[in-house]
């Protein structure tokens, strides 16, 4: 495994991304990073609060089309995030803080598709119950739990 | 000035605390991103609206969801705020900053703007309305300018004079 992680690290590409003074390099892969979670987090949480009863004059169901602007948030994350991570994979590969904020991210994209059925899945289209209110809760701990050991890789 | 300012700051205790306390650096950039997402999420939906996306939200109901974005605004204003206090040097000498404090600003004036003329004709709009071009406009400039602030916020240990 480290073997793999080691050979990512030296490809051309990482090589290059981490040693290039470029500001193309990896200040804009990181930049995008940030782009990707203020349009996945924001369009999340935003989403979260009307579900918990902010905005309540928000009709629940007009709010479906966030989900693909959350997608492409998500693919732009996880491509800027492969980037980053080729870089330095030897360390994050191996971090536990690492793989806690790979849990985060996989466990919020799981709940983010629980509360897309929960909300507009027929026959209780725009509908908020509990069990709704209950994942849009969990999505906004998961979040700020990615966006938390996320912060804190800077300082592996 | 800006040299008294840089001193008169590093000498307070608050500057202190920051820089010496080690959880709050990371504490604070944690808040930082956390308070960005709801800032930009909630503005960045209401802009989209005022673009014309999102055509089934009426915006009078958007605005329900402004209060959580200042709240995030806040959260950041706090935390910037201690991030200067702590070492302002750091940034006063950092031409990215300067544009991020610009572009803070363009996002305020438009913003300001927006709140005292626009009132009555957002009001005016019925759910499944096109904009007017004002409301396009503002709302350009307004996710435009936040995007900048974010941009010369992560840029700010890359260009000017680096950390």
New interface residues.
């Given amino acids: 495994m480290m073997e793999m992680l080691a050979a990512l690290e030296r490809t051309g590409f990482a090589s290059w991304l981490r040693e290039s003074g470029s500001i193309w390099a990896y200040p804009t892969v990181l930049t995008a990073h940030t782009v990707g979670l203020a349009i996945l987090v924001g369009a999340s949480t935003a989403l979260d609060l009307r579900v918990l009863g902010a905005g309540s004059g928000i009709e629940v169901s007009a709010m479906e089309p966030l989900f693909p602007l959350m997608w492409w948030g998500l693919a732009i994350n996880a491509i800027s995030g492969a980037m980053l991570f080729c870089t330095d994979a030897t360390t994050k590969g191996t971090t536990l803080l690492f793989m806690g904020k790979l849990a985060s991210v996989a466990a919020a994209v799981i709940v983010m598709v629980l509360l897309r059925r929960s909300l507009f899945a027929a026959p209780r289209r725009g509908v908020i119950t509990s069990g709704a209110q209950f994942l849009a809760v969990a999505s906004l701990l998961l979040w700020m739990t990615a966006i938390t050991t996320g912060r804190l890789m800077a300082y592996l | 000035m800006m040299h008294t300012l840089v001193t008169t700051l590093k000498a307070t205790s608050l500057s202190a605390w920051v820089i010496n306390t080690p959880s709050v650096w990371?504490i604070c950039?944690?808040l930082h991103?956390?308070g960005?997402?709801?800032l930009?999420?909630?503005v960045?939906?209401l802009d989209l609206r005022l673009l014309g996306?999102?055509r089934?939200?009426?915006i009078?109901?958007?605005?329900?969801?402004l209060?959580?974005g200042l709240v995030g605004f806040v959260v950041n204003l706090v935390t910037g705020v201690l991030f200067f206090v702590g070492a302002p040097d750091q940034y006063v000498n950092n031409s990215a900053w300067w544009y991020k404090v610009a572009f803070l600003g363009v996002a305020g004036v438009n913003a300001g703007i927006f709140e005292t003329t626009q009132a009555s004709a957002l009001f005016r709009l019925g759910p499944h309305d096109d904009t007017p071009t004002t409301f396009k406009v503002m709302g350009a400039v307004s996710l435009g300018s936040w995007?900048m602030v974010?941009?010369w916020g992560?840029?700010l240990p890359?260009?000017g004079n680096a950390f």
């Fill in positions: 990371p950039e944690t991103f956390i960005l997402s709801m930009v999420g909630i960045g939906l996306f999102f089934r939200i009426p009078a109901a958007l605005r329900g969801l209060p959580w995007f974010l941009y992560r840029m890359f260009i």
